[in-house]
Nanobody, 127 residues
Framework: QVHLVESGGGLVQPGGSLRLSCTAS????????MGWFRQAPGKEREFVAA????????YYADSVKGRFTISRDNAKNTVYLRMNSLKPEDTAVYSC????????????????????WGQGTQVTVSS
């Protein structure tokens, strides 16, 4: 059985930083594209960032480009999302996902392409 477990969320002031982690089990982690998505109250789930199986290629939503960094450690079955210069509009539940698709810009932004999802971790940016 596949499990993806996120951690690292919390309350942070505007301009602050957080690092989210997502640890996977029950799958060959190094074979999967990993993505981060977020969903704010009353809004649809949206793409944040994705990283290829090797960690060499990544892609970001325009809203987080230059502030967030996605990375992975295949030896630890873990993907990370480093979030800097956080804004109130970054407040959301952040979820990681694993997908077996080929890494393309279109594919990694598409929710239905991901096979497995975590439960999510809350990030709140507020003073």
């Amino acid at each position: 059985q596949v499990h993806l477990v996120e951690s690292g969320g919390g309350l942070v002031q505007p301009g602050g930083s957080l690092r989210l982690s997502c640890t996977a089990s029950g799958l060959t982690f190094s074979s999967y594209t990993m993505g981060w998505f977020r969903q704010a109250p009353g809004k649809e789930r949206e793409f944040v960032a994705a990283v290829s199986w090797s960690g060499v290629t990544s892609y970001y939503a325009d809203s987080v480009k230059g502030r967030f960094t996605i990375s992975r450690d295949n030896a630890k079955n873990t993907v990370y999302l480093r979030m800097n210069s956080l804004k109130p509009e970054d407040t959301a539940v952040y979820s990681c996902a694993a997908g077996g698709m080929t890494f393309t810009v279109t594919a990694v932004k598409t929710i239905r392409n991901y096979d497995f999802w975590g439960q999510g971790t809350q990030v709140t940016v507020s003073s």
